[in-house]
């Protein structure tokens, strides 16, 4: 679950990193798409995310096969707070008192969790 929960947050953390150096984007019309594609699917950032969340996914079907689903589902979330502490810490996002309220109660949860497995 470990791999899981961590190769989720890098996901998380370099298909956001990617997107934010790609500027803002904007389809007015059907042929705004394709370039728009191109450009995602080439950008360095979005290609590594998108092999750490493959990883993710391997990761976690092979959990399932020694943890109950109720268990790795919600430890999953784990994630989350590894991501939203990346983002505070390195991206400089802005965490209001009601989103790291948030993260805890997402931490309490997920600790009870497995502590009930």
Same mark, same amino acid.
């Given at each position: 679950? +470990?791999? =899981? &929960?961590? !190769?989720? %947050?890098?996901?998380?953390? /370099?298909?956001?990193?990617?997107?934010?150096?790609?500027?803002?984007?904007?389809?007015?019309?059907?042929?705004?798409?394709?370039?728009?594609?191109?450009?995602?699917?080439?950008?360095?950032?979005?290609?590594?995310?998108?092999? +750490?969340? =493959? &990883?993710? !996914?391997? %990761?976690?079907?092979?959990? /399932?096969?020694?943890?109950?689903?109720?268990?790795?589902?919600?430890?999953?979330?784990?994630?989350?707070?590894?991501?939203?502490?990346?983002?505070?810490?390195?991206?400089?996002?802005?965490?209001?008192?009601?989103?790291?309220?948030?993260?805890?109660?997402?931490?309490?949860?997920?600790?009870?969790?497995?502590?009930?497995?």
């Amino acid at each position: 679950m +470990s791999f =899981a &929960i961590l !190769f989720g %947050a890098i996901a998380d953390i /370099l298909m956001s990193t990617g997107m934010r150096r790609s500027g803002e984007v904007t389809v007015k019309r059907l042929s705004d798409v394709p370039p728009l594609l191109a450009a995602t699917f080439t950008n360095p950032y979005v290609l590594a995310g998108v092999l +750490s969340m =493959a &990883i993710y !996914f391997a %990761a976690y079907i092979t959990a /399932l096969a020694w943890v109950d689903v109720s268990v790795a589902n919600p430890l999953t979330a784990l994630s989350y707070v590894i991501a939203s502490t990346y983002a505070f810490a390195y991206l400089r996002e802005k965490i209001g008192w009601m989103r790291a309220a948030g993260i805890m109660l997402i931490t309490v949860g997920a600790v009870c969790v497995g502590l009930s497995s």
